[in-house]
């Protein structure tokens, strides 16, 4: 329990900040796979993945509709795969450094 508490006050935390700067970013080339550890600061991401889609997963994962979420494009399918790896992998601060790096460009 301890554990998805933290994740959720994480990934509020992540998200709240990004979604009032209303910056996107795309990376113009593909991945096909999950990215593990400090790549997730320097990959290329592809073209159904942004860092702060990635955060935004998070918060909808577990705390939103995921199905309505993906219905609607607020995310990516590819986008929730990578949060679930984050949330699992504990990294999601990384998503969240790369999601205020890719903001600031």
Same mark, same amino acid.
């Given at each position: 329990?301890?554990?998805?508490?933290?994740?959720?006050?994480?990934?509020?935390?992540?998200?709240?900040?990004?979604?009032?700067?209303?910056?996107?970013?795309?990376?113009?080339?593909?991945?096909?796979?999950?990215?593990?550890?400090?790549?997730?600061?320097? *990959?290329?991401?592809?073209? /159904? +993945?942004? &860092?702060?889609? =990635?955060?935004? $997963?998070?918060?909808?994962?577990? !705390? @939103?509709?995921?199905?309505? *979420?993906?219905?609607?494009? /607020? +995310?990516? &399918?590819?986008? =929730?795969?990578? $949060?679930?790896?984050?949330?699992? !992998? @504990?990294?999601?601060?990384?998503?969240?450094?790369?999601?205020?790096?890719?903001?600031?460009?």
């Amino acid at each position: 329990m301890g554990r998805r508490t933290s994740a959720i006050t994480i990934a509020l935390a992540c998200v709240l900040p990004l979604s009032l700067s209303a910056c996107a970013s795309g990376v113009p080339t593909e991945t096909t796979s999950i990215i593990e550890g400090n790549d997730i600061l320097t *990959a290329d991401l592809g073209a /159904t +993945v942004t &860092a702060k889609g =990635v955060v935004l $997963a998070a918060v909808v994962l577990v !705390a @939103g509709d995921v199905e309505k *979420a993906l219905d609607e494009g /607020t +995310v990516s &399918a590819a986008e =929730v795969a990578a $949060a679930r790896e984050a949330i699992e !992998a @504990g990294n999601l601060d990384l998503w969240r450094q790369r999601a205020e790096a890719d903001g600031a460009q």
